[in-house]
């Protein structure tokens, strides 16, 4: 070993992985997948705005 190697070997590359065929059954749950983390998405968007209605026991100024 030379000086200026030192530390850990970076791992070897392995080879890429080919995509296994996928039937009907296959798509169609990707598909689900995809529209339920859409929604997720979409909700969790939303909850950052605030409260939806805004309602709720409001106090009033008298006493």
Known sequence: MSG???GKLKPLKS???K???????DLA???KQKEEAAK???L???AKKGPL???GIKKSGKK
Not at 19 to 25: G, I, K, P, T, V
């Open 53 to 55: 209605g805004g309602g």
């Open 15 to 17: 080879a890429k992985k």
């Open 29 to 31: 749950f990707k598909q």
């Open 19 to 25: 995509e296994a065929d996928l039937d009907d059954n």
């Open 40 to 42: 997720l998405k979409a």
């Open 4 to 6: 200026r190697q030192g």
């Open 44 to 46: 969790a968007e939303s």
